[in-house]
């Protein structure tokens, strides 16, 4: 029971952060329909800077968190002004090489500047909610630590906020207009590509918390962008693409299968459940559980 | 002469002392390869010591090129003449390898009956892959495809029962043999996967040049109007997947035998990507273009291997190298080099 317990918590963690990252998946697919392989790279940039600038500069954790989010929004915009933007008018496949050539160039520049091995946010100058021995005992012998608490909660707000973002603002109602139609928003007055990269920059934003969050409590490798981006992008296609709420219940849906696959079946296959579901979503239902049913998508 | 069409099997105008050059060029490679060895020891015993690689090695080399230029050519097939995008080909190279490299080293099938049987297995799951990703297209298409050789992937990397151990290794498969005469050096490789090679271009040429090759370009341009003009898409498409996987297959069954032993990193992911890569380069949806590809690459990425100009801490540069070549190439010249226009 105990056992069950923690696992539905990592579970719910996993989901979390697979719903941060998700989103900016999801939310770039709806407006300008591309596949943002790089997004799991601005998600492992955004550990590995939060780490250097904590490490190398001695900047405290609260301080480096926002300035990684920053950077990363600044990344995700320049990779759009860049890569994609004078791709806009070409062939939808020609865009989709290009995300993977960034992703594959962004990997292995990380791999080139900080090594292949696995690195960890030294324990000494994490808050005092990310020291792992800090949790609540729960009846019936199962731990919660502060941290996986502190990681469901800000997920939670983080995802609410986004929600009210995106239907009360001003800017959320220029995406949403994108989203519907780019042409008739463009001749409405609303500036697209701007929209764009401002969709560039909370996806990454949200990315790079992620990945200080995952960074916390496992450890930060070049690879990370790759393998949690993969299950994210499944998260994004169950819950529909383009629809920012099915995004973070696919998310949360995506870690609880991940994390009781890997207890109750294999280790081994972690990732092979995210595959399976994703495959099994875009061939059974490619609008996924929460989209509306378009047609003829991608 | 007006109207007929070029069937590739007419050589009269082909025969250009160019191409005669290029043909005898590749037919004595070994030996061109092996004079390099001749020469730097006829030289040492001058005292002249010159830093040239050995000629096995430089074979090695060309026959990896070769083996690029028949996947490239396979995955051209799906990428290129029907314009799908496909991100999981390593999954057919791998069931050809682990196909003909299990029939051969646990069961001691002979290579000649394990590599179309490796082929046929890849042909099979080539079509049934294709079946349930038919009404995909673009994006959608790319992900299963891509889902699809990941769990190749983690089974093969799993399944310890299948692959042997903890060093998840296919060993010591045998090398081909007929009546006693063992094919196992370099130079047997290298004629080898020249004679494959050539099956293959010739097939996907004439594909190419036929029906059905013209139905996968009208699939391509339009999938609609293919469809009122009386194309069974379903059909083309599927044809097209079943070649494209056999030919991924055949490359695997040949790699098995050629590396003595493989193992699942062999198959990763970013090995797609670098055949995709190739194909790109070259110009999607023309076989010379993806020969060209697949030489510079496969060549280059030999070249770009840590410790020969690349230092070893910069250990994968060369795909950092590969993703840039890939993002310039769309932005500049999503043709490739060898086509004209976009």
Request: glycine share 12%; net charge positive; hydrophobic share 55%.
């Amino acid at each position: 029971m105990a056992q069950f317990l923690e696992q539905i918590i990592n579970g719910l963690v996993l989901g979390g952060i697979y719903a941060l990252i998700a989103v900016g998946y999801t939310m770039v697919y709806g407006i300008i329909q591309l596949i943002n392989f790089a997004h799991g790279e601005i998600f492992m940039f955004g550990a590995y800077i939060a780490l250097m600038l904590i490490t190398v500069f001695g900047i405290p954790f609260w301080i480096a968190l926002p300035l990684s989010m920053v950077l990363c929004a600044i990344l995700g915009m320049l990779i759009d002004l860049i890569a994609y933007r004078p791709l806009r008018n070409a062939p939808r496949l020609s865009a989709l090489i290009t995300a993977i050539g960034v992703s594959l160039a962004l990997q292995n520049l990380a791999r080139m500047i900080w090594s292949a091995r696995d690195r960890q946010f030294p324990p000494e100058i994490l808050p005092t909610v990310f020291q792992g021995q800090n949790a609540f005992l729960l009846p019936g012998g199962a731990t919660l630590p502060y941290r996986d608490v502190f990681v469901i909660l800000l997920a939670l707000v983080l995802m609410i906020a986004l929600n009210r973002l995106i239907h009360l603002t001003k800017i959320g109602k220029a995406m949403r207009a994108c989203a519907q139609n780019p042409v008739a928003a463009n001749l409405m007055g609303i500036k697209t590509n701007q929209v764009i990269a401002i969709t560039f920059a909370i996806g990454s934003a949200l990315g790079a918390i992620a990945g200080i969050m995952v960074g916390v409590s496992e450890s930060v490798t070049p690879t990370m962008g790759y393998y949690k981006g993969v299950a994210a992008f499944a998260a994004a296609v169950l819950g529909g693409i383009g629809n920012v709420t099915g995004a973070m219940l696919g998310g949360i849906i995506i870690g609880v299968a991940e994390v009781f696959g890997a207890g109750y079946i294999s280790s081994g296959y972690r990732l092979a459940i995210a595959y399976i579901i994703m495959i099994a979503v875009i061939i059974i239902r490619p609008s996924g559980l929460f989209g509306r049913s378009t047609g003829h998508r991608a | 002469m007006e109207g007929q069409r070029d069937t590739g099997l007419n050589m009269k105008n082909k025969l250009t002392p160019k191409n005669i050059i290029l043909g005898l060029f590749v037919c004595f490679l070994p030996l061109l390869m092996y004079g390099i060895d001749a020469i730097s020891l006829f030289l040492s015993r001058s005292d002249i010591y010159l830093d040239l690689p050995s000629g096995d090695y430089m074979l090695r080399i060309i026959v990896r090129a070769y083996l690029y230029m028949l996947l490239a050519i396979g995955l051209n097939i799906v990428c290129g003449f029907t314009g799908q995008l496909d991100l999981g080909y390593v999954g057919f190279y791998l069931i050809g390898g682990y196909t003909a490299g299990l029939l051969m080293a646990r069961l001691g099938v002979t290579y000649w009956i394990a590599l179309p049987l490796a082929v046929v297995n890849g042909a099979l799951w080539g079509l049934l892959r294709g079946a349930p990703t038919l009404r995909l297209t673009g994006d959608y298409f790319a992900i299963v495809t891509f889902g699809f050789a990941e769990l190749l992937f983690r089974i093969v990397k799993n399944e310890e029962w299948l692959i042997g151990g903890p060093n998840g290794l296919v060993r010591d498969i045998p090398p081909p043999a007929i009546f006693g005469m063992i094919f196992n050096q370099n130079w047997h490789n290298y004629y080898h996967v020249l004679i494959l090679l050539i099956l293959v271009v010739f097939v996907t040429y004439r594909l190419q040049h036929s029906r059905v090759g013209r139905a996968w370009v009208a699939i391509r341009e339009d999938e609609q109007a293919a469809e009122s003009m009386g194309i069974n898409v379903s059909r083309y498409k599927a044809l097209a997947f079943t070649v494209s996987a056999a030919i991924g297959a055949l490359g695997g069954g040949f790699i098995a035998q050629f590396q003595v032993n493989i193992s699942a990193p062999f198959f990763e992911f970013w090995e797609s990507i670098f055949i995709l890569c190739m194909v790109v380069l070259g110009g999607m949806g023309s076989i010379r273009g993806s020969m060209i590809g697949a030489a510079i690459l496969g060549s280059l990425g030999e070249v770009l291997r840590p410790g020969f100009i690349i230092p070893y801490q910069f250990g994968n540069a060369r795909y950092l190298i590969f993703g840039i070549i890939l993002i310039l190439l769309m932005r500049f010249r999503p043709g490739g080099l060898t086509l004209r226009k976009a």
